[in-house]
């Protein structure tokens, strides 16, 4: 624990719990306590329950709701359906990525409505909410609502929805389903170079539908007040300002100030969280309407069925080659999954990280189409990554698929092709332009961590036993907190309190990486306060002026740079009142670990007396304004791209098909570390849900009737803690120029290279089988039947 006294030990606090210290996280005293304060511990009184009806068809006209008896069931507080909806005048949730269609007019916007009025779109939809004034009466009435579909075909396959004569989805979009296509890049240089090339490799490969499943299910627990006319949402959310004015401006068209939304501990969000949903504005709609407060929390089955779904495309990519081996063009066409609706978000993560298709390679040309489709399908939204894992797996799978074709070594392939060090910073072959890094060095770093050279032996080995083992290397990089997201600002209030406290109002908001520790380690560091005495704040619209929130990888880059920027404003301000204090001029005063110090002298003065005598405007007469703070607003120029190199070994029994991963290594790049452990627990954590992914994790859906097949932890293949083994972490940091404390984004790097490394790892242990390729989940049956179709397993 640190001295509590601001008098003792200032000078070693820097180096106890400043930036690059592995500080253990402040915030887990109180999480292995069970003092975690989730919406569902917010306890309020004569809250009415609210059950979702949803539709059990993927597809179906509505053709009749009779709410009568479930309205009659004592306990019912009452019984909604979207009529209710458009009579009151209620909106409709939005996207805010626009795209246009092949013609170039814009993309159709089709109404995702609360509750659906005439027709469902997936098996899910929400149709009715059942108030009660308890769970066990809201569920039973909401057995009671009779609901009469007319069922329709459906659409779960972007692929299959495309062709001729399947269903539409929407008139808007038919005949062929499709929402948008967006094309980057230069087509003709492609076309050119691939004309000229030596060699082309394609490959047609699926990044498979999952779900995010965090810890903690969506929840939603509205209150109206109507004294003061306003509502207040209490709720598990990623950008609480971003939603409040969703809310306001197009559902609720109220001023903003007539909503807060306050976001507690949130128990993992991963993207999936991102984005409003309908039960957000069901709630205070409802609780306006009966007079109550109204909670609402999924189950985990009702998770799978509403949550909004991720990743889901079906692509083919090319790699030209010239004789050398040298990268010539990459084209890619991609069929991305968007589901029934367009969330907030949807088109986001198949058309904004395409820049990641460049990986760490010079590759001149690159050209990308994606193809949007509707189907009878959850809506889609960003999960870790969002883009960046599909577009690290495309160019390291046809990199390995490339080697073998040419009879060139993997990782003697892609040192060919490589960024070198001094290109930096390099602008690729499409949108990005690399800062920092030192791709080169992570992979030797890797090389030698993983003893890439001896693996022949434990191949040998693993063959012994029976197995199949096999390693997988692939480079990783992508964008983190550019200005790419546009609007990317983000904000921060610093301020001292009369006691001499500090508080930092962030708006970013944390779901579990950590942030009440990074914060307060910028802040030790910078401005010299103890821990203890530093309060991080964030997820309350009344309480923070203004939020991005936390996605992309770009709370600590965008707002612990607008936290430095702050401080820097505090620590000027606060020597120009020290000087007067200490009767020195301004300029002969030195700050240095908390303390304001006259040059050459003993004469001190710590930073919280200085703010204590701040908001004590006779002790600094000549001073206006009162008090020590700063509120600030950063909006970086530049993107960071965290970069690395992973490999990884798996091992697999022929005669279950059974996959294991034995070995990890990552060599990470994210510039200035804040916390090592941080960084690592998040590396960790983004690998697994890579492996996650690989080894089972799939959302499927009965082709034949649009029924989801994997609704529950039964059919879902979650990673468990079994199936990881250690994993290294080895850091080759390359500070970024685009922010002052030249930190890069660490949230998501794991997953980026997680997926295609271990992918890899899995072909190479079935390459003497002559097996070139397998599509994600590597399911023991997948494998089984690729090792039957190849004609048996020998491992020697
Ligand atoms: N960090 C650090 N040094 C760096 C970079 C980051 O010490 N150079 C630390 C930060 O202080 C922070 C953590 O690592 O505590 C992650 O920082 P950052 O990379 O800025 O990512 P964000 O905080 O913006 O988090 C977003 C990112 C995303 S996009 C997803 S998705 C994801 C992820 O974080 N969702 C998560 N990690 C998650 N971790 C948990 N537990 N739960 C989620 O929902």
Known sequence: MMPASPKSGDESLASAFGIGQPQTRVEDARFVQGLGRFVDDIEMSGAAHMVVVRSPHAAAKIESIDISRATAMPGVLGVFTGKDLVTEGIGTLHTSVKRKRRDGSAMPEPPFRLLALDATRFAGDAVAIVLGDSLATAQDAAEQVSVTYEDLPSATDAVAAVREGAPAVWPQAAPDNVCFVFEQGDRAAVDAAFASAHHVTRLDFRVSRVSANSLEPRNALGVFDPAEGRYTLYTGTQMPHKLRAELAETILFVPATSIRVVSPDVGGAFGMKGSPYPEQALVLWAAKKIGRPVRWSASRNESFLSDYHARDTASSVELALNSEGIFLAL??????????????????????????????????????????????????????????????????????????????????????????????????????????????????????????????????????????????????????????????????????????????????????????????????????????????????????????????????????????????????????????????????????????????????????????????????????????????????????????????????????????????????????????????GQIHGGMVQGLGQIQGEEIVYDESNGQILTASFMDYGMPRAEDVPAITVISNPSPTPSNSLGVKGVGEAGTVGALPVIMNAVVDALSPLGIRHLDMPATPYRIWAAIQAAGGAAAE
């Open 331 to 680: 084209r890619i066409k991609t069929h991305a999954n968007l589901g029934a609706y367009l969330a907030f978000n949807t088109p986001h993560s198949s058309t904004n990280n395409l820049g990641g298709l460049a990986g760490t390679y010079r590759t001149p040309h690159i050209h990308a189409e994606v193809v949007g489709v509707f189907t009878t399908t959850q809506p889609n939204a960003p999960y870790r990554g969002a883009g960046r894992p599909e577009a690290t797996y495309a160019i390291e799978r046809v990199i390995d698929v490339a080697a073998a074709e040419l009879g060139i070594d993997r990782v003697e392939l892609r040192k060919r092709n490589l960024i070198p060090r001094d290109a930096l910073p390099f602008k690729t072959g499409l949108v990005f332009t690399y800062d920092s890094g030192d791709f080169k060095r992570n992979m030797e770093l890797a090389l030698q961590a993983a003893d890439w050279d001896g693996f022949e032996t434990r191949r040998a080995e693993a063959a012994r036993r029976g197995h199949l083992r096999g390693i997988g290397i692939a480079n990783a990089i992508e964008i983190a907190g550019g200005p790419f997201n546009n609007p990317n600002e983000e904000a921060a209030d610093v301020r001292f309190d009369a006691n001499g406290d500090l508080t930092i109002l962030l708006g970013t908001h944390n779901h579990g990486q950590g942030h009440e520790t990074a914060f307060r380690q910028i802040a030790v560091s910078l401005l010299g306060v103890h821990p203890e005495r530093t309060r991080v704040a964030s997820g309350d619209t009344d309480l923070i002026a203004h939020g991005r929130g936390t996605f992309g990888s770009r709370s600590v880059m965008v707002g612990g740079a607008a936290v430095a920027r702050a401080s820097e404003k505090i620590v000027a301000r606060a020597r120009r009142i020290a000087a007067g204090i200490l009767e020195a001029g301004e300029n002969d005063i030195e700050f240095d670990a908390g303390y304001f110090r006259v040059a050459g002298t003993d004469r001190a003065i710590r930073i919280e007396e200085v703010a204590r005598r701040s908001h004590v405007p006779a002790s600094f007469p000549e001073e206006a304004e009162y008090g020590l703070s700063a509120s600030v607003i950063v909006t970086p120029k530049e993107a960071s791209f965290p970069n690395g190199c992973h490999i990884c070994e798996v091992e697999i029994d022929p005669e279950t098909g059974l996959m294991r991963l034995v070995a990890y290594v990552v060599v990470d790049d994210v510039g200035t570390i804040i916390n090592p452990l941080l960084v690592k």
